[in-house]
């Protein structure tokens, strides 16, 4: 965001593709977090140059639309959740040109853009917020904000004990300019990202400004961050021991439902389908599809499959849980394996719990790899063949592990925010290997920097990748069959080619115990093995594909098959 309420750019928004207006319901959508995709300048750090080079592996991935976490100015207190400036490019990114034409030449290739819009908070460094400091209390332009007068004798109480999303405290207090004790900002993550007050007609008006600058510029849509946490009670209040629904001081409140219809509006306002895709963290399912009313967003991330361990029941339970939420809205489910904030599938899977909670995180947690890859290959094939849309973070075609790094290297505030107990989300966010057995991988040019003696060496990754990850290179999957990126490619191929895959509806099989096993229209089935023992398939003509070899015939545990029967 910027002061200015006036959007500068083109004068008509470029034409996207008008033959599918439902594109969205059963795309393929990979998260491109850009400061660890590729990097063009050598400077160690991911941009958009580096993503440009690298579309025509996309392309052959087989994906529908890129979305991009936040590329915009900030000083990365958050990874660049922390957003200065809505209207430009962050510098290590490259500039708004390098934006612009990255999103032509993806659409060219049939590839759409999402980016991620970040509306509960700015960053501390944000021109709204330094002018709100230097205005002092009772201004208007503290009125964009939360700010409150503490609570005591001398105001050196927080307004409330509300917890941060990030651990701690949600309060900072502010010094005047004379030195003394001042009000008090709400952040509900992190000091240097206050919240924004979604009751004021500024912040409203900046925002559906910004959605017109990028829709403008021919992005399809965008991802909305933290949605349910726009609106704040401005009593104040504490969090009671029993919340009614829509009742939270912070949280899912009733109110923050106009936002999004006012947004929906100004998508649909544009020739071709815009989309908005919230980020909701909402455990009732009802309150959760409550967002995706046909007026409102058309799709949120499904995080209830997710967080949820590899059985049988468990799986089952969130399928048939978040396709009843969805149905009498008519929208269509999101299905997703991780993001740049869990554990990836590969590690996840292969330890004892393998759910997902963000306070379970710590270092030191044993994990089994090669069962954890097995299971995500599953996993892949599973998701894939569930109804609705699928979101692939980066890496996870090429079956990365989470990295445990040195606690010297860790930027996430989860981490610091935890009391250093917490290994935060630094491991998933590790560059990519492209080539090579040496890192970094391909991720930098091979010209680095230039030692004394005249040798040129890579330009370390701005986080250090693993020596073994040679063997996980795009470059080595390519050469093997068996390997995960041949896997997600031929999924997505035959997710494409078979009408019954994608959106649609689905029918549950009978099955023995600890397996899962769905039709898809006449002619497509899907079987996945969470047992112990092998399994006979169910009748069919041909096997499609399958996560891993059968062995005589049957379905190895851990594993999913999809197969095509006769008519």
Request: charged share 25%.
């Amino acid at each position: 965001m910027t002061t200015s309420l006036t959007a500068s750019g083109p004068a008509a928004a470029p034409a996207l593709p008008s033959d599918d207006a439902l594109w969205w319901r059963s795309a393929v959508i990979y998260q491109v977090y850009v400061r660890s995709f590729a990097d063009s300048d050598g400077d160690g750090t991911g941009d958009l140059r580096g993503v440009r080079s690298r579309l025509g592996y996309l392309k052959e991935l087989g994906v529908d639309a890129l979305w991009f976490n936040p590329w915009y100015p900030s000083p990365l207190a958050d990874g660049g959740y922390d957003v200065s400036d809505y209207r430009d490019i962050h510098p290590t990114f490259g500039t708004l040109e390098d934006a612009e034409l990255l999103i032509s030449e993806a659409l060219a290739l049939g590839i759409r853009t999402i980016i991620d819009i970040v509306p509960n908070h700015i960053s501390s460094e944000h021109a709204w917020f330094q002018a709100a400091l230097a205005a002092g209390p009772g201004s208007p332009e503290r009125e964009r904000f939360w700010f409150h007068p503490g609570k005591g004798e001398h105001g050196d109480e927080m307004p409330t004990s509300w917890i941060s999303n990030f651990q701690g405290d949600t309060w900072t207090r502010t010094v005047n300019p004379d030195g003394t004790p001042g009000e008090w900002y709400l952040h509900l993550f992190t000091p240097e990202q206050p919240d924004l007050n979604w009751n004021h007609p500024d912040v409203r008006a900046e925002h559906e400004d910004v959605l017109r600058f990028w829709f403008d510029r021919g992005v399809a849509g965008v991802r909305i961050d933290s949605a349910g946490l726009l609106i704040k009670d401005p009593a104040l209040p504490e969090v009671p021991a029993e919340v009614q629904p829509g009742q939270h001081p912070t949280e899912d409140r009733d109110e923050v439902h106009d936002v999004y219809r006012a947004w929906r509006r100004i998508a649909d306002s544009y020739e071709g389908t815009r989309v908005l895709v919230g980020e909701v963290w909402v455990p009732d399912a009802a309150r959760f599809a409550a967002y995706l009313r046909p007026d409102e967003m058309h799709t949120a991330f499904n995080f209830d499959f997710m967080t949820r361990p590899w059985q049988a029941d468990e799986l089952r339970a969130s399928i048939d849980l978040m396709l009843a939420a969805h149905a009498p809205v008519g929208a269509p489910s999101t299905w997703v394996l991780s993001n740049h904030d869990v554990t990836r599938p590969v590690t996840r899977y292969g330890r004892e719990d393998s759910s997902f909670a963000f306070a379970k995180k710590r270092f030191g947690t044993p994990t089994d790899l090669e069962t954890g890859t097995r299971r995500a290959r599953a996993a892949a094939l599973l998701t894939a063949a569930l109804p609705g849309s699928l979101y692939l973070y980066q890496g996870d075609e090429l079956g990365l592990p989470e990295v445990e790094l040195p606690r010297e290297v860790l930027e996430d505030p989860m981490h610091f925010r935890s009391g250093g107990v917490d290994p935060g989300r630094d491991g998933c966010r590790v560059p990519l290997p492209w080539r090579g057995t040496e890192a970094p991988f391909g991720f930098s040019p091979d010209a680095g920097r230039t030692a004394a003696s005249g040798a040129t060496t890579p330009t370390a990754a701005w986080l250090p990748q693993p020596a073994d990850w040679a063997a996980l290179t795009v470059q080595a999957q390519e050469a093997d069959p068996g390997s995960m990126l041949w896997l997600y490619r031929q999924a997505l191929r035959i997710r494409k080619r078979e009408h019954s895959l994608g959106d649609g509806p689905m029918t549950w099989l009978p099955s023995e115990p600890g397996v899962l096993a769905f039709s898809r229209g006449d002619d497509v089935v899907s079987v996945t093995n969470l047992g112990d023992r092998p399994i006979a398939l169910p009748e069919h003509d041909r096997i499609l594909l399958s996560s891993a070899p059968l062995v005589g015939g049957l379905l190895p545990p851990d594993s999913t098959a999809w197969l095509h029967r006769p008519a």
